[in-house]
């Protein structure tokens, strides 16, 4: 490969993806790979769906772009799709390009509302409190709301008013809100930082301590969302009865289209009835490429297909599938499954096999995945992330997991 004028921002695999076709994945000497990365979550429906690529296609044809200065038809239909079938709590919604464009939007909400609802002496509260092992994004201010150091050496000075404590540390949590905190940002599952769910007592503790504090509830759905973790979003898989104020989108919304979005709640946030998603008026956000006609054609493509064609209990059952059949493996390098519905996490237990330098675990495993034909992707040094489509058929489902059991065997 001739990266010659390329950015070197990615280690890359010594392959070049060409065609895809559902699960499978081709690279340019023609061998076929079964896709458990599905760009990272992404692609819902697998490679090139035929819903999805009809929906860009006839769009295309007819208005691919217009200026977020006149009426999008397209925003009102996938968000009244998305408000009432995939959050279901009123509200409002935001169309951006990318899950770290979705944060930054929830981040801006947070920090307007600390002027609406100032701390006591009047000053306005500004800190979100985010987690360790978290990731949200890797834009100045998503760097500074992640709490992961490796991403953030030499970006310093980091956007100030970010405060990290442990996942699933309720106490840690409580102790850590101060007189200037405006919001709790979190995954229900920590995808890049080890595939770690959000206990049920947690998020609920969580959603409880918002509501004293006057404190915004924000979850990060751009990689456990619209149906990846076996519910429509990954916080009713956790726990149902939450109700946040904010929640960003990405990845699988657009299957593969870039696309993002964040949800505003409409409830009200003062004795005047006042709702949260009032409060982002005209000019105080904007992009130019947000929910043009062509990524609200895919976006509303791909989501609908995923409700109407039932994906979000099959991500459920799949997932499942995925988790027994590893576990029944019994293998010694196998420490432990994690994670909900079809983000599973393989944690691979230290020291029970040789790693070649300048690798990790997890890194090592990866590549002889898809030297044999699978690929899949590290969360965290010892943790390798299944995230096939959410329609992986089952017998490609099973051909992937042999390949999986095969190099693990090997080890």
């Known amino acids: 490969m001739n990266n010659e004028h390329v950015l070197p921002t990615y280690g890359r695999a010594p392959f070049e993806a060409v065609r895809g076709e559902g699960s499978y994945l081709y690279d340019a000497e023609g061998r076929r790979y079964v896709d458990f990365c599905a760009g990272i979550a992404t692609c819902s429906l697998g490679h090139c769906h035929p819903v999805l690529v009809k929906a860009v296609a006839e769009q295309a044809a007819t208005l691919m772009h217009c200026s977020n200065l006149y009426g999008i038809p397209g925003q009102e239909k996938l ?51 985010t987690f360790n092992k978290s990731f949200h994004g890797r834009t100045l201010g998503t760097l500074a709301a992640t709490g992961q150091t490796k991403v953030q050496v030499e970006f310093d000075p980091l956007l100030n008013g970010f405060k990290y404590v442990d996942f699933n540390d309720i106490e840690g949590l409580r102790a850590a809100v101060s007189p200037c905190t405006c919001g709790i940002m979190l995954e229900a599952v920590q995808g890049e930082g080890g595939v770690n769910p959000a206990t049920p007592e947690f998020l609920r503790a969580v959603a409880e301590l918002c509501r004293q504090k006057d404190l915004l509830l924000m979850i990060d759905e751009v990689q456990c969302g619209i149906g990846r973790c076996g519910a429509s979003m990954g916080w009713k898989a956790v726990c149902p009865e939450v109700e946040p104020d904010l929640v960003s989108c990405a990845k699988g919304i657009g299957g593969g289209f870039p ?80 994670g909900l519905g079809l983000l599973r996490g393989v944690g691979l237990k230290k020291g029970s096999f040789e790693v ?3 690798q990790t675990p997890a890194s090592h495993v990866n590549n002889l995945c898809r030297e044999a034909g699978l690929l899949c992707c590290p969360a965290g040094p010892d943790t390798l992330r299944v995230i096939p489509a959410l329609n992986v058929p089952e017998e490609v489902l099973a051909e992937g997991l042999a390949i999986l059991k095969a190099v693990l065997s090997s080890l």
Request: aromatic share 8%; net charge neutral; with cysteine.
């Open 259 to 338: 696309m993002g979005c964040f949800w505003v709640s409409n409830r009200a946030i003062d004795d005047a009835g006042t709702q949260l998603s009032s409060i982002m008026g005209p000019g105080s956000h904007g992009s130019t490429f947000g929910g043009t006609p062509l990524a609200c054609a895919a976006g509303y493509a791909v989501v609908n297909e995923i409700l109407t064609q039932g994906l979000v209990e099959r991500a459920a059952r799949m997932g499942d599938v995925v988790k027994s059949t590893v576990e029944s493996w019994n293998l010694p390098c196998v420490e432990i499954v994690r």
């Open 356 to 358: 070649p330098e300048g």
């Open 79 to 129: 968000a009244r799709l998305l408000v009432e079938q995939v959050i279901g709590i009123p509200g409002r919604v935001f169309f951006c390009n990318s899950g770290a464009e979705g944060n930054e939007g929830m981040i801006k909400v947070a920090r307007r509302f600390g002027h609406r609802r100032p701390a006591a002496d009047g000053f306005p509260r500004y800190e979100v409190i």
